[in-house]
Each structure stands twice: as C-alpha cells, then as structure tokens.
C-alpha cells in the first residue's frame, strides 16, 4: 500500500470483511494491531461490524473502544443506586435522631423555675450627668460658602449652639425616669481658635486677647444659667492645642494657653455661688472623681498624631492603655478616660477602662474639607453616671443647624 506500514487488502475486501467479522478479529488475521487498523479504517471512510456485548467485555482494556449504549445505562443504573443507598442512610439516621429528640422532650421535665418578681419602683437614686464640652474654637469664622453649604460658623452662630446645648440638658433630665442632681462639665480644651496658624490668625473675627474676655464673660452666663436646672454644678478644665500661647507646643507651663485663662475667668466670675464648683489644673491631664466612686481622666487628646479623618483608634487605645498603667503604679487607679480634639462623638469599652469622645461646637471647616473631605457635624457628648453602677447612658446632643439644607 505504498505509503503505509502494513499492507492493507483491497479497500471494498477490507470493508467487506470487517463488516463480517469485526475489525478486531479481522487486525489478528492481518496481523496488525487493531487500533493501527481502526484508525487506518476511519481515515479511509470504511465501515466495520458494530461491537457486541461479548466483544466489548473481551476488549475492554482498550481504552479506545467505542462505549455501547448498554454500558452508559448500566453505569447509569449503578450511580442512581449508590445515590439512593445514600439518600436511604441520610434518611433513617434523621429519622433515628429526631425519635431520640422526641422520646428525650416526652420524659425530661424543665429544671428552671422562675421566681416571683415583687412589683419594683423606679430607682430614686440621684444620678449625675457629665457633659464634655470642648472645641467651641471660638473666634474662628467658617464660610457656607467655602465648605459647599455644609457649615457655617462665627460667634453668633456658636452661642446659639450653646443654647441648644443647653435646652438639650433639660430635655434630657425631664425625659430621665430618675433624678439628675448634679451636672458635672468637663472642659476638655480648644475653646478658643487661637493664633497659631497664620490662616487663622487673619480669618479670625477678633484677636484673641478680645476673644478670651468675651468667652470668659459669654462662658459665665452659661455656667451660670446651669443652676436653674441642676442643684450643683461642677467645671473641670483641661486646655487644648489651639489657643496656646507658643507655636511650637510646649510639654512644661502647659496651662500657658488661652484656655486655662477663660476657666480662670469664669470661676473668678462665678465665685459667690456656693453651688457652683470649679477644679482648674495646670496640668494636661487630671484625674477626677464621678459620682463618689468613680475616677475618671480628662485630657484633651493632642498627643495623639495621626494625619487620618475621624479617631485614629489605635494611637488612643495605646495610649489610654500607657495611662492606665502609670496611674495604677501610683495607686491612682482610673475607670474611664475623656478627650476631645478629634471632633467626633463616641464610646468605646476597653479593658482599661470606657472611653468617652467628644464631637465639637464647631462642626466641618474648610480644612476638615480639603484635607479629609468632611467632618462631623457640630455635636457634644453626655454621660450618665449611677454612684454604684458608674456610667449607664450615653447620649449625642445634635448641635448643627439646618440652613445649608
């Protein structure tokens, strides 16, 4: 055949005889092994007898083999009787666990009985609120326009956010199902812009030697009008970075701030009300004691660096955990830590103790904008303490307006 390893018959006497015996029987007869001939067969269009079932199971080992009909629905049979063993199995072991469930509830009777529940009053013990007051950033102008409508500051507009703060208060007492004696403000810094930026020191709407006697003055009023609601008051303060008295902080004389000197002025203010209490230190951080049994730290939080919108939570964590651990040294363990200056209201529990985070008078301002793309909006924060059960409640009061919407 020419172009072939084997000699093949007569295309018609190969065909012919393939078709008798099958192409199996006739590759012995021609000596040639049988996929040679079946392929030799294919690419010359001959045909051969179909394989029986005798012939299939005697060539089984050839992987080139046609597979018969027969074959497909043998497997075919055996796979959907392997699955409906399985199915079966599946079934009798749900079966075995849901009696098992059932005979279990029919013979096992309730262990827990509940006991009688006397009819209880509400507590009548007096509570005391915390209110973090912070970053009122007074003097400081912000433009609607220059931040898009989404906020507009000045000292008029501030006020007025005072005031709603403290119609909040008294909202908040009246809606209490207990009594709130005590109203304990915690100053925690950036009350005044400042200087020490130069874009603020040409923006602001009055220098700041102006503007710390009239928030002292302004401050005053609103300490003052705190009585008509609350039968004791108390102010702690802690400065902030804005209104510092040097460019570059300093960590010694840090009470050398704008801050420090407005609660000077409001106690000196206030002094002839008994009931009125203030505790100014000049240190940054200060330990005070909430509701008899509960010391707490304030402080304003500027240590803590981060270049991030909102609360760089891991530079806090680390370093409410520091100051857990310098406290208990000195046997001045603390429960709960307080800051402001990130400008976003929150609450978290740690195992050093709960942190409280204050939002700010001011809300969103052209570099919140720029830099972070917003900031929250004007916001302070109210805690609930219990003299036995410590903080119980913590609130947001909403301070923005809406006339940007």
Not at 158 to 176: F, P, T, W
Not at 264 to 289: M, W
Not at 376 to 389: G, K
């Amino acid at each position: 055949m020419g172009t072939y390893k084997y000699d093949y018959p007569p295309d018609d006497e190969l065909e012919a005889r393939a078709k008798e015996v099958g192409y199996l029987q006739l590759a012995d007869e021609l000596g040639i092994p049988g996929n040679t001939l079946r392929s030799y067969m294919r690419s010359r269009n001959l045909q051969t007898k179909k394989s029986s079932q005798k012939a299939t199971i005697k060539s089984i080992k050839s992987v080139d083999e046609e597979v018969s009909q027969e074959e497909v629905l043998t497997q075919r049979i055996k796979e959907l009787e392997s699955q409906l063993r399985k199915d079966r199995k599946e079934h009798v072991y749900d079966e075995r666990v849901t009696k098992a469930v059932e005979d279990h509830l029919t013979s096992t009777q309730a262990k827990y009985k509940p006991s009688k529940l006397g009819k209880k009053r509400a507590s009548k013990t007096k509570h005391e609120f915390v209110l973090l007051l912070s970053d009122l950033h007074a003097g400081e102008v912000v433009s609607r326009e220059e931040t898009g409508g989404i906020n507009a500051y000045n000292w008029d507009i501030m006020l007025a956010r005072l005031d709603k703060l403290r119609r909040g208060l008294v909202s908040y007492q009246e809606n209490r199902p207990y009594p709130v004696g005590k109203l304990r403000i915690l100053a925690l810094g950036d009350q005044l812009s400042g200087n020490i930026h130069a874009e603020l020191e040409a923006t602001n709407s009055v220098p700041l030697a102006e503007a710390v006697v009239q928030l002292g003055a302004d401050l005053s009023e609103w300490v003052d009008s705190m009585t008509e609601i609350f039968p004791e008051v108390t102010f702690d303060g802690v400065v902030g970075n804005h209104p510092r008295a040097h460019k570059k902080p300093w960590a010694k004389q840090g009470y050398d701030n704008a801050d420090w000197t407005v609660y000077k002025i409001v106690e000196t203010a206030l002094r002839h009300r008994s009931n009125i209490h203030f505790d100014i230190p000049k240190s940054s951080q200060h330990r005070v004691v909430i509701a008899e049994n509960w010391p707490c730290l304030i402080f304003h939080g500027d240590g803590i660096r981060s270049t991030m919108p909102g609360v760089p939570w891991s530079g806090v964590s680390r370093r409410v955990n520091t100051l857990a651990a310098q406290y208990q040294a000195a046997n001045k363990p603390v429960r709960a830590y307080f800051l402001g200056h990130f400008h976003v209201p929150n609450w978290v529990q740690t195992n050093a103790g709960w942190i409280g985070m204050n939002g700010s008078v001011k809300g969103p301002d052209e570099y919140s904008m720029k830099q972070f793309g917003g900031g929250a909006q004007a916001a302070q924060s109210l805690v609930t303490f219990h003299p036995e059960h410590g903080p119980t409640d913590y609130s947001v009061i909403d301070l923005a307006d809406n006339e940007g919407v």
